[in-house]
């Protein structure tokens, strides 16, 4: 019994939700850059092209199933916060020459969609990219892969990351 709940109807037409939503986003950011030219029909030929290869192209398309509704909402949450801040009292100008001048809010943000992006490919992509060998695997590339890909290892490495990027901002000086 079909209910409106029911989430199969929505699965049917997520194709061409994907299609509409691709060639927008791609459509706005080719007029906003003007990178190829300021001529709206060749801007629209391309997103049109890079829409069908999202279609036809089975991983990128759950790429952007999967990455797609965490996008929504981390910039939900971030317009959550800026209407918290202006109901406390803050004004919209010094909201937006913060969120402009600052670069702790630029690196939040781009920060953020790397991450998102960076789990929706290893949703997508990670069953058969990481492989972590067999306990009977004794040959080089397989300890080289088991020592690299150990969570301690991979912790490490995320660690490091963090601290580089304290450091960096730290030492950074204000000019």
């Not at 981390?74 to 100008?93: H, K, N, R, T, Y």
């Not at 969120?99 to 702790?104: L, R």
């Not at 690196?107 to 949703?123: D, E, R, Y």
């Not at 991979?154 to 950074?172: D, F």
């Amino acid at each position: 019994m079909a209910t409106i709940l029911s989430t199969n109807l929505l699965q049917f037409f997520m194709p061409i939700v994907i299609f509409i939503f691709i060639f927008t986003v791609f459509f706005a950011i080719l007029n906003k850059i003007k990178l190829f030219s300021d001529n709206k029909p060749i801007n629209s030929l391309i997103a049109f092209s890079v829409t069908i290869l999202f279609i036809v192209v089975p991983e990128a398309r759950q790429i952007i199933e999967f990455a797609t509704p965490w996008f929504i909402i981390f910039v939900v949450f971030g317009m959550l916060m800026i209407l918290a801040f202006m109901f406390l009292g803050v004004e919209p100008d010094f909201i937006r020459e913060v969120a402009k001048e600052n670069a702790i809010v630029l690196g939040v943000v781009i920060g953020g969609t790397i991450l998102i992006f960076l789990v929706s490919f290893s949703q997508v992509f990670g069953p058969s990219i990481i492989q972590y060998p067999a306990a009977g695997e004794t040959s080089v590339l397989a300890l080289l892969r088991k020592t690299v890909l150990h969570p301690k290892i991979l912790g490490l490495l995320v660690l490091l990351i963090i601290a580089s990027e304290v450091i960096r901002r730290v030492s950074y000086s204000q000019k």
